[in-house]
Structures are given as C-alpha cells and as structure tokens.
C-alpha cells in the first residue's frame, strides 16, 4: 500500500476520511451548541463548553481536528488543481447543460471555501478569546470557575451582521455535505445502487439537520 | 410527422493537432426531422464540398449505437440533447426550426483533438491494455458451463460489459476523470468469476494507467452516469474503489 | 488455374483431426522469428492476432478505426450459434453442420462446414474463459435462444449484444498482446496495397489516416480479415467504414474472388425513410422468435394504411396476412433469412406493403406479450425495442414495428482453400472476408461463429503449416524494389484520385452505383437487368475517375480522399457482382434470379450446372475477369430442394 496516496483513489480516500472525521466533529459541536437552547441560562451550556478546555481536549484532539481541516482543505486543493488539469485548456463553448447533476457535486470547492470563511470568523469570535488570549468574561458553576462562553455567544450573536454570516455559513455547509456524505461512503466503495440511495437520503437529512440545527440556534440567541 | 428545418450551426473547426483552432458557422437549410444528426453532418459536409470547401471531420462507424466511434458534444451535451443515446442515434426532431446548434469535439487532456471534431482515444486503449483481461489464452479452457454464475451477478457484468468506450463520461466529467470507463471494465470482469481471479491486479494495473494517462480524480458528480449512453452506472466506481483499496490494503 | 482445395482424407468427421495430426509445426524459437500481418480487428482479425501473439509469433494488426474494438462485428445484435446441446433438444455438430449447409443451399465445401461445427463449442467455452456475459438461467447455466433455419435453440447471446461482447473478448485478448509486445497496433491505418516478393505475399503498404503518410510493412504471411463489401449498396446494414478494398488488392494481386454474387439480404431492418439517408438499422434475426410478421389481407387496408388513414392497429386478426406462417408453417417466422427476405419483397410487390413508401411490413409483438407479458419481452429484446423508438419514434410495444429487407452480408468473398490460403502463397483470408463456409446464404448467429472459428481455432493451425517451410526466410527491411515500387504505385493512385479535381462528390456517386446494384443485383435479378447493370456500372467508374471531387490534401486527414479510394474498389466490386449473378444461372440462397423459380415462387437451382463456386481472376484494368470453378462435392448431405414448409 506504500504507493496508495499516490494514486487518485488514494487521494480520494483521503478526502472521504478526513470528511467523515470532520462530520464527527460537527455532530459533536452540535450537540453542544444545542445545550445553548438549554433555558438555565446558559449553565449547561458552559459546562458543556469547558470540557474543551480540558488539556487531553485542548493539547489530544485539537491538533487532530485542525489537522483533520488542513488535510482536508489541502487535498481539495490539489485535486482541483489536477482535475482543472485534466480538464484541459479549451473548455466547452456551449457550457454544460447536463441536467440530474446535483449543483452541490459541481461545486464542491467554492462551497468549501464559504465553509471556511466561516470556520475563520468562527475562530476569530471564539476560539481566540476562549483558548489563545483567555480575553473572555469568566463564571463560576459548582465550584468551578471557566469561561463564560454562553455569554460570548450571545453577545456575538446580538449582531445581525453575524447572524447573517452564521446562517449563509450553515448553508453552504448543507450543501457541501449533502454531496459530501454520500459522496465519501461512495470513495470508500462502501455504496452500491441500493446503498447509494440510502446514503443520499441519509446524507441529506442529516446535512439539513445540522445547518438548520446550528441555524436555529444563531436565530434563537439573536432573538432571545 | 415529417418536417423541414433551417438551421445555424457553429461548428469546431481545427487543421490538425496543433492548430488552434476556432468556430465557423454554417446555415442550412431543410433539414429533414426525420433524419439523424450525423445524416444532417453528411448533408453539411456535401454542401461544403459543393462550395469547395473541405468537410466537417466527425468520427462515426456503425450509426447504430454500438461501436462508440462516434462523439461530438452538442450545445452543451456529449452526444446531444437526448438520453441514452449516441449522436449517431440522436434525430433532428430534437431540434427546432431556426435553432443555433453549437458543436465541438470531446474537450480532455486525455482527449487531444486530431483535426476538426475528431479526437485521439487510444488512451482508453492503452488503460485496457494494462489489464482489462482475463489473462486466458486460446484453447485448454474448461467447459462453459462448468461454473455455473449466479444470473444476477452475470446480469450485472452485462451491464457493465455494455460500455462502448465512446468516451462520453470523460468528456462530460468537469475533472475529465475516466473512472466510469475504468470502473465499468473492473466491474464486469471482477462480478465473473474468470474474471474475479485477477481482479486486484486488474484493478491496481488499470487505475495506474488511468492515472498516468492524465485523466482526473473522481469527484462524484455523477454526470458521467448519465451522459452515457448505456446507461451505466456510477455503482460500478464504487466497486472500482472497494476492489482498488482492498488490493492495496492487502500489499 | 487449377483450384485445389487441400481438403484433407478421411472421413468428413475426421478431416479435422487428420488434418491436424498430419500438419507441420513451428517450433516456439522460430516463431519468435516469424512476423504475421493482420488486418483487421473484428472477429476473426483481432481473434487470430491475439491467438498468434499468444503463440510466440511477431504480429503487426492494422485497423482503419481509432479503436481495434470498432470494427463491425460488435454491432453483431442477435447471438453465436454453438453445437453443445445443453437445451437437450436434439442438437449435435452433425445437425448445426447440416443446418449450416442446408441453409447455405448447398453451395458450401462440406469439409469446411463440418469443421466449423467441430469448433463452435469451443468458441463457446474460450469466450466464458474471457468473460463474455452470455445470458444466464437462474440456476447459473448458459441460456439458449432459437434463430432461423433450424429446428433447435443453439444461440448463445449477452441481450442484443453478443457481437459486441465477443468482440471486446478478443479485443482484451488482443490488448493483452499488445501489453506483452507480441502484438504491434496500429490503429487509424489503411492497407492500400499488399506486396508480393517472388510470387509470395510478403508485406502490405499502409497509409495512417490521420498524418497522410506511407508506409511499408512486412510480413512472412499476410492474414486479411476485413469483412464483407455489402457498402458496395451504399445503403446496408454495414458500418460507414467497412470496405472491400483490402480484398480488391488480394484479387488485384492474384487471389480470385469468389461467388460475389451471394449477397445476404436481411428481413428485418428499419425501412428506408428519405434521400438523406445514409445507412439503414438492423433489428436483430432474434425478434423474429416472438414477433409475428404480417401484412394485410385486404389490399384497400394496405393502401388506406399507407395513405395514412388507418392504424396497423385498427386491423383485425382475421384480416392480417401473417404470410410466413401461411406458406411455411413448418418453420413459420423463423425461415432463413433469404425466403423471408423475398416472401417480405413478393408482398409488397404485390401491392400489400405498408408504411409511406409501401415498402415495409409489420413485425407485431402483440401476441407475445399477450402471452409473456410486456416485462417478459422487455427483458429479451428491450435494447433493440429502444433503438427502435430512438430511430423511428414509435412505440414497438403498442404498434407494430414496421421492417424492410437490407442488405447485410456477403457470404462471396477471396477464394480460400481448407487452410484458409487464398490462390496467392502467404495470404489468408478469415471471417466475412473470405467466401467460405455459408454457401449461397447465411443462417443467423453463423457469422460470429464462423468469424471466432477462423481467428480462434483454424488459422493458429493452418497458418503454422505454412510458416513451417519459411523459417529460413530472414525479416526483409522494406527497401526491396518490391516494397518501393508498390508503395510508390499507391503513392501514384491517391495523386490520381486528388488529381481528377471534377464536380461530383464521392458519396453522389457512391448514391448511384448503390441504387443500381439495388435495383439490378438485389434482391431479385434477371438476365436483361444484369447486363444493364454492367454497363450502368462502367459508366459510374467512367463518371468516377473523370468528376469525382475531393477537396483538400494527401498531407494530413482527408476522410473524403479516404473514402474515394474505396468507392474506386467498389465499383470493380459491383462489376464483379453483377457478372457473377449473370453468369449463375439458376436461384439459390441469397442469389434469386427471377428466371430460375418455383410456380409457387420458391427459388430453384440448377445443381446439375452450378454446383460449384464460381472464382473470378483478375486480368488487368478495365479488362473483364474471367472464372473459374470449384466443383462442390457433396459426400454425406443428400443435396435436395429446400424446405421450410
């Protein structure tokens, strides 16, 4: 297998498993983010939130999930680049007019490239002040003090500017991942003409369910 | 029923590999609806002779939808505005009376352009030639009902085995990715099995070569699936890619 | 010139064997040293190049498409006939060896046939080896269907694909030759001469379609498997490639052509529709297993139906005329391909046809799919039911499907012996392209088997009984004078063609001569026409070489210049044709002569005169040919008027 990443179905694995990794890690965040519809104001919430701050968390998983996001982002990257290749120099005059072609597949990267703006303001609004420059306000729950990171997002999210950010964010998220799923079940020839239906539908929903999850969640913050 | 219509076609016109290459349009006139689109490239072709010019270069064979000869992409579309054909197939009464029809080669870098409308395949070739076999040679074979195959696996070799190599998959795919064409032949040899004995080397072999030969990565759009015009299906890449990852697994 | 046909001794079951265990073998060292030239990818041509790869010996394979697996045998619909009995339904070698003579109205060499027959089973096993998908039974065997002229099921088919799954067979078993570096490709390359050293065939001159460029190649023995020369018609079933020149140049070079008369007209094909048209589309011999075929009874249905006024629909069953089940209840739908050709054409004569131009009859599934269901016949024949309605806009399932005769093969071809040897030392000739094996006609599902027979099994023997004796022939360079003078020859007929620079396109003349071959030398022909024919046709070569028009270059692509070179072949070709058929003066198999029939118009031979192949040499430009026999010796059938009754 030494020569596996080499080949385009290697490399295509790649995408499908640091894809599936970072699928994990938004059904994880989700399920955090949703103690934020919690009414305690916002308790669970934080001590859902400081389990990030545990040391195997911050110093064990972070690095894998940034990782997980910089291989991922890496690899589209040069896949494009080598697909525009192949692609050609002339391209076709009379455009594309193939229909039962999902718009999402087509556009894969420009999708990815929404998601990670929104990964960046998302880093900029949480994760510098939480975990690099500690700059957020601090409550104490039970005896212990962390940050209040319920208070961080509802400030943030006070902004309609933001909201609005979230929420094209989200989206663009569904629609990568409404390709993406089904798609990364299909590179590790885990899919057939049965499993590739049931993967798309599942694909689908649970796309929609995390967008619309973390969609509803900014709305909810903005309007509370 | 029948009926006559004018027409304006832009069509791609290229004097050899290394030309570069640009549209003429042409117009003609009453162009009968029952007739095939290559049947209105030949009335094309006898009007430029008429005027002294050279012809249209296409590539065509059979005009029956089998040997994959014929390409063209056709006002956005590898073989035009209709579903599981061939051009050869594809009839002027999916056209309209006064319509522009935009015509240009298979456009890949896997696909150079001969002269006109007509490209170099014989990528597709070389890719079977790597190991799109059973490598059995003539004479000294069991009977052929020693084995009996299950129908439905035989039914699905079928229908992977019913690939033309047109080239169509490579020309719609926005990667200009082979993989339907490569996968379809994996599929129907890896589903027998005569086949089954040398699938993982078949499958290592063929990607390579696909790879080598510049065609691009599999982005699962699906527009591969449905250009082509048998209809076969992307459930055969993810065959390809179960048999490719497992035989490099088991290096 | 005296014809031997080198049939081996023995008893007819026995010629084989004998021939086999009496041959001469080249040992694995010198085949090294031995180089075959192919031409042609189809099946005999890419069957025999890999066969010959896997042997050991040196192969050069040209073919004038992108891609060896273009040629027209993919586009092969219906199935192989085999020998194995597996439906247990009476078949044997001897039965498909009789079948195939029968149908062939006894105008085939027995020897040859029966070999055929001996081999068909092998066929079948080395294509499952390949991994062909033939169909399939539930219970994981091989499925059978029946095909006209005989009694039993022996076709084996993958849907209505069985050329092409064959032929992408040898085409992987040729590809894996050219992986080993046994097989040398060259694709997008005519052969326009073959060059003969002391007597011999030595080598061919090819020019590369793309580049214009010549070349010489050369070959310890030439094998020529370019197929049939049914595009002599313009209108076929044939691909728009498929050509006769590669045979013109063997018969220009010496090797008689034979029975060029004996042209296959196909029941079923898509009638013709307009001027426009430029090839007519088969619908496989295999619906004629579930199809019924008819016309109406009453001629004022017939033109009400033609004016347009009536659906096939509206036509009760008591008023249809399924006239093959009427005059051959015995075989009914499934006669040979020749009766049901004429039986079609007798009718629409008569005034009874269909469709706009009164030349087309229906083909109707209603009864089957009353019977079977839709789903049934969907499963059998859905690929060819959606052709169908691409091409012609018509549901097949709900209306009848409206059929013409086509020409569709050529069972006349180069002379070859036994071996496979034309009368020129070193050339072979397989599959459509030689006259072997079909006689006067051809039965359905034979040409795969008779092209895979060739390629697979004859030729890896016989053509080692000939190399045999040249294993001291050394490579030649293709400097000899031989090799310059003919490529310089060739050279000189392009500039000729290019040269000519008159008004008439080639295809419009390629349009003439194939309306008068239709009309003369087709499906019915007699002694008054014929003769018109001949001087119909030297006009057209007259009009050919002085106004023919091809623009552009000999540098670089020029599909038209491609294209007149062949037409130049054909015409010789229909000359040909239209003597053979004057000359053969009785009815048999695909040759009718209007002259020659039954009071109840079935065709009638004359066995006592023309029982035998008639060969024709060549003996310069513009000069006739003249004939020879090979007297047809019939040791085990009992030659008798054919009946399908």
Not at chain 1, 164 to 184: C, D, K
Not at chain 2, 127 to 141: E, F, H, L, R
Not at chain 3, 58 to 66: E, L
Not at chain 3, 416 to 440: I, K
Request: glycine share 10%; aromatic share 10%; proline share 3%.
């Amino acid at each position: 297998m030494s020569n596996l990443f080499c080949s385009s179905i290697g490399r295509k694995l790649v995408m499908s498993l640091s894809g599936l990794f970072l699928i994990i890690f938004l059904i994880v965040h989700l399920s955090v983010n949703l103690m934020l519809l919690v009414p305690d104001g916002g308790e669970t919430f934080n001590i859902a939130a400081n389990f990030m701050a545990l040391p195997v968390i911050k110093y064990g998983l972070q690095p894998v999930l940034a990782l997980g996001f910089i291989v991922h982002i890496a690899y589209a990257a040069m896949l494009t680049a080598q697909n525009n290749k192949a692609r050609g120099h002339n391209k076709y005059a009379s455009g594309n007019s193939t229909k039962e072609v999902m718009w999402a597949s087509k556009n894969m990267f420009v999708l990815g490239i929404v998601v990670i703006a929104f990964l960046a303001v998302h880093i900029l609004d949480y994760f510098v002040p939480l975990q690099i420059t500690h700059g957020a306000k601090e409550v104490t729950i039970g005896g212990a003090t962390m940050h209040d990171t319920y208070s961080l997002v509802k400030e943030t999210l006070q902004n309609p500017v933001k909201v609005i950010l979230y929420i094209i964010g989200s989206l663009a998220l569904a629609l990568h991942l409404t390709h993406g799923f089904w798609s990364a079940f299909q590179t590790l020839g885990a899919s057939n003409s049965i499993w590739r239906k049931r993967w798309t539908v599942i694909g689908t929903i649970f796309a929609w369910v995390v967008s619309l999850g973390f969609c509803v969640i900014a709305i909810t913050m903005f309007l509370s | 029923m029948e009926n006559n219509i004018n027409l304006t076609l832009k069509v791609w016109r290229q004097n050899g590999p290394q030309d570069k290459g640009r549209f003429e349009t042409y117009k003609l006139e009453g162009v009968s609806t029952e007739s095939s689109f290559l049947e209105m490239m030949d009335v094309l072709n006898e009007q430029l002779i008429g005027e002294g010019k050279e012809p249209v270069a296409f590539d065509h064979d059979c005009r029956e939808g089998i040997c994959g000869m014929c390409s063209l992409y056709i006002n956005g579309r590898p073989h035009g505005p209709d579903d599981d054909v061939t051009t050869c197939q594809l009839h002027m009464r999916k056209f309209k009376n006064g319509e522009t029809i935009t015509i240009e080669p298979w456009r890949s870098a896997g696909f150079p352009v001969i002269k006109d409308l007509i490209v170099n395949r014989s990528a597709f070739d070389q890719i079977i030639a790597a190991g799109g076999y059973t490598s059995v040679s003539t004479g000294g074979v069991p009977d052929a009902n020693a084995i009996p195959i299950p129908k439905p696996d035989a039914d699905e070799a079928m229908d992977a085995a019913s690939c033309i190599g047109c080239g169509a998959c490579v020309a719609t795919c926005k990667n200009g990715s082979a993989m339907l064409f490569v996968s379809a032949k994996v599929s129907h040899l890896a589903l027998l099995p005569q086949g089954k004995v040398e699938a993982a080397r078949r499958a290592k072999a063929m990607v390579s070569k696909m790879d080598e030969l510049g065609f691009g990565n599999c982005t699962n759009t699906g527009a591969c699936e449905v250009e082509c015009p048998k209809g076969v299906s992307i459930s055969n890449i993810a065959r390809l890619n179960r048999e490719y990852l497992k035989a490099k697994l088991a290096d | 010139m005296k014809l031997d046909s080198k049939i081996p001794e023995g008893p007819l079951a026995q010629k084989w064997e004998n021939y086999k265990a009496s041959q001469k073998l080249v040992n694995p060292a010198n085949k090294r040293n031995l180089d075959i030239i192919v031409v042609g990818t189809g099946l005999a041509g890419a069957s025999a190049a890999a066969s010959f790869g896997e042997m050991g010996f040196k192969v050069k394979n040209f073919t004038i498409q992108d891609s060896p697996r273009r040629a027209h045998s993919i586009a092969a619909q219906g199935g192989i006939n085999a020998a194995k009995n597996y439906p247990n339904d009476g078949d044997s070698i001897y039965r498909l060896f009789y079948d195939t003579v029968k149908g062939g109205d006894y105008r085939a060499r027995e020897a040859n046939v029966y070999r055929l027959a001996s081999v068909s089973n092998d066929i079948i096993d080395q294509c499952v080896a390949q991994g062909v998908p033939f169909a399939r039974e539930y219970g994981g065997l091989l499925d059978n269907r029946s095909f006209g002229g005989a009694q039993v099921s022996r076709t084996f088919y993958a849907k209505g694909q069985t050329g092409q799954q064959l032929l992408i067979g040898a085409y992987q078993a040729l590809m894996r030759q050219v992986n080993a570096g046994t097989v040398e490709m060259h694709t997008r390359t005519e052969i326009v001469d073959i060059v003969m050293v002391d007597g011999k065939a030595r080598g061919v001159i090819a020019r590369d379609l793309v580049t214009g460029e010549f070349s010489r190649h050369f070959g310890h023995a030439v094998v020529l498997a370019t197929g049939g020369y049914g595009n002599t018609f313009f209108l076929s079933t044939n691909a728009m490639g498929s050509n006769g020149s590669a045979a013109i140049k063997a018969f220009e070079k010496g090797a008689l052509f034979a029975n060029p008369c004996y042209a296959q007209i196909h029941p079923t094909c898509i009638p013709v529709h307009g001027e426009f048209q430029s090839k007519l589309t088969l619908m496989s011999e295999s619906l004629r297993n579930d199809g019924r075929i008819w016309v109406p009874k009453k001629k004022e249905d017939a033109e009400a139906i033609r004016a347009g006024k009536m659906k096939p629909t509206d036509i009760k069953d008591e008023d249809r005329d399924y006239y093959l089940e009427r005059r051959y209840p015995a075989f009914g739908n499934l006669v040979p391909r020749d009766v049901a050709s004429r039986a079609a054409k007798e009718r629409c004569d008569a005034g009874y046809g269909v469709g706009s131009t009164g030349l087309a009859v229906y083909l109707d599934f209603k009864s089957a799919i009353e019977r079977l269901g839709e789903d049934t016949i969907r499963a059998r024949y859905g690929n060819l039911f959606q052709m169908y309605e691409k091409i012609v806009d018509d549901n097949p399932y709900a209306t009848p499907m409206m059929i013409y005769p086509a020409i569709h093969y050529t069972m006349g071809g180069i002379w070859v012996d036994y071996e496979l040897q034309t009368t020129v030392p070193g050339l072979f000739a397989a599959g459509e392209a030689n006259f072997s094996d079909h006689g006067a006609n051809r039965l359905g599902a034979s040409a795969l088997m008779q092209g895979l027979a060739d390629g697979y099994f004859v030729l890896p023997y016989t053509i080692q009984n000939y190399l045999a004796d040249d294993i001291r022939t050394p490579r030649m360079t293709g400097e000899e004078k031989e090799f310059v003078e003919a490529e310089k020859a060739a050279k000189d007929k392009f500039t000729k063609l290019l040269n000519i620079k008159g008004n008439r396109s080639v295809d419009s003349i390629h349009k003439e001569l194939g309306l008068v071959m239709w009309d003369f030398v087709g499906m019915a022909r007699n002694k008054k026409g014929l003769e018109e024919a001949i001087e119909k046709i030297a006009a057209i070569k007259k009009e050919f070489w002085t106004n023919v028009k091809i623009p552009g270059s000999d540098k670089g692509m020029n599909v038209e210049l491609e294209k007149a070179s062949r037409l130049a072949d054909f015409i010789t070709i229909g000359d040909l044709m239209a003597r053979d058929a004057l000359h053969r003066e009785e009815s048999c198999g695909g040759h009718f002569r209007e002259e020659y029939q039954t009071e109840e118009g079935e065709a009638q031979r004359q066995d006592d005169k023309f029982t035998y192949a008639g060969c024709w040499e060549y003996q310069g430009e513009d000069k006739a040919p003249i004939m020879h026999k090979e007297d047809l010796k019939f040791e085990v059938v009992k030659v008798a008027q054919r009946n399908y009754k």
